[in-house]
Nanobody
Framework: QVQLVESGGGLVQAGGSLRLSCAAS????????MSWFRQALGKEREFAAA????????YYADSVKGRFTMSRDNAKNTAYLQMNSLKPEDTAVYYC??????????????????WGQGTQVTVSS
């Protein structure tokens, strides 16, 4: 059974940085897409970043492009989201998710099979 465990969230001032981790277990992820979504209070969950586990190609939402970087460590079965130049509007619960195919970069929540429990990121102004 696939398990995803996020960590690394916290409180940071605007302009600061955080690195989120998503530790995955239960299978190998070759052939899958792993992504980060976020959900602000009262808003719908939205796509932020994705990585194709085989090869490491990435894809970003326009709102985070140039500020966030997603990577993965095959040996540790862990994905990361380096978040720089954080803004108050980045405040949200951040979720790690896995889609069980990799021929494109899905951005809809319905395309993802596995989800973590989320980690809170709060950016103060």
């Amino acid at each position: 059974q696939v398990q995803l465990v996020e960590s690394g969230g916290g409180l940071v001032q605007a302009g600061g940085s955080l690195r989120l981790s998503c530790a995955a277990s239960g299978r190998t992820f070759s052939g899958y897409i792993m992504s980060w979504f976020r959900q602000a209070l009262g808003k719908e969950r939205e796509f932020a970043a994705a990585i194709r586990w085989s090869g490491g190609k990435t894809y970003y939402a326009d709102s985070v492009k140039g500020r966030f970087t997603m990577s993965r460590d095959n040996a540790k079965n862990t994905a990361y989201l380096q978040m720089n130049s954080l803004k108050p509007e980045d405040t949200a619960v951040y979720y790690c998710a896995v889609a069980t195919y990799d021929w494109n970069f899905p951005t809809a929540t319905r395309d993802y099979t596995y989800w973590g429990q989320g980690t809170q990121v709060t950016v103060s102004s």
